[in-house]
């Protein structure tokens, strides 16, 4: 089984997790900028985490031959604190990076104005920037903050094909599937997503457009749910290469939309990151 994790994030997780996840069939991950949990108070803590994004990581995810990309974005949370709200002009620079392969997480945390104008922005940056975007949806009242991320999508004009909207359910998978947009779902251990579910919405709406992940951040999560999963779908009749096309090819398909996926193997090993290893314990 080999298995893309299409939104993870590794900054959060350790290199045991890194280990187990390349052992399960892990080679590639997309890791969308996010909320750190504790609020961030101004743009350069933001840059310093999206060179992170870019620099670090994927060196880290080249330890255990995993293959790292991102997405770069002001998320729904902080687009609210208005002294994080400067980041959307230093968006740009990080958009035009080679392993920047969409615009996300953006959409809505509580659909607030402000919300509404970062979310649509941003939109208007991917189109610009002729990238795919990645759609958060809030976890509550998930149905009526879908219904008004795909109005949002609608109007900005980017085509449906080029976003993902996320962490959806057996409530709100239709209207996405209807919309044209890839639909994301984030397996969970304990709420929101299990395997079992996922694998019925599988058998339900099909294959097309669908992405699974892990989404493991800091909070409860598993990074291993995307690759039980695959073994819950072999396990209900899917085939391998059923399994396949969810699991790697569909990531593969949707993020090679911005022309930057390079999924060459990198060598593990020798090289170091600005003068540090993680093999030698360097800090
Ligand atoms: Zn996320």
């Not at 996840?21 to 590639?28: C, E, K, L, P, S």
């Not at 208005?82 to 969409?102: E, F, M, S, T």
């Not at 749910?225 to 396949?244: K, S």
Request: glycine share 8%; hydrophobic share 40%; net charge negative.
């Amino acid at each position: 089984m080999r298995i893309f994790d299409p939104h993870i994030h590794m900054t959060s997780r350790t290199t045991d997790d890194y280990a187990r996840m390349a052992a399960a069939g892990v080679r590639a991950v997309v890791e969308p900028a996010f909320w750190l949990g504790q609020p961030r108070t101004g743009p350069g803590s933001f840059t310093d985490y999206f060179d992170s994004l870019i620099g670090w990581e994927p060196y880290r995810a080249a330890q255990f031959g995993v293959v790292h990309h991102a997405t770069i974005a002001l998320n729904p949370k902080e687009a609210n604190d208005p002294r994080c709200r400067p980041v959307l002009d230093l968006l740009p620079r990080y958009l035009d990076k080679d392993r920047v392969v969409a615009v996300g997480e953006i959409g809505y945390d509580s659909m607030t104005p402000e919300e509404d104008d970062a979310f649509e922005r941003q939109l208007a940056l991917a189109v610009e920037h002729d990238l795919p975007a990645l759609v958060h949806t809030p976890h509550r009242d998930k149905a009526a903050g879908t219904r008004r991320t795909l109005e949002v999508v609608a109007a900005s004009g980017i085509a449906p094909d080029r976003v993902a909207v996320d962490h959806l359910n057996e409530v709100t998978v239709e209207m996405v599937r209807e919309s044209g947009c890839w639909a994301g779902f984030s397996i969970y251990p304990e709420t929101k997503m299990s395997p079992p579910r996922m694998v019925e919405i599988l058998r339900r709406y099909g294959l097309d457009r669908m992405l699974v992940n892990s989404a493991a951040d800091w909070g409860v999560s598993d990074p291993l749910l995307t690759a039980e999963t695959g073994r819950a779908m072999l396990a209900a009749g899917f085939t391998e290469d059923d399994v396949d096309r969810v699991l790697w090819r569909n990531p593969v398909e949707f993020y090679g939309q911005s022309g930057r996926l390079d999924l060459t193997e990198t060598a593990a090993g020798e090289e170091t990151f600005e003068g540090s290893s993680i093999k030698r314990g360097g800090s």
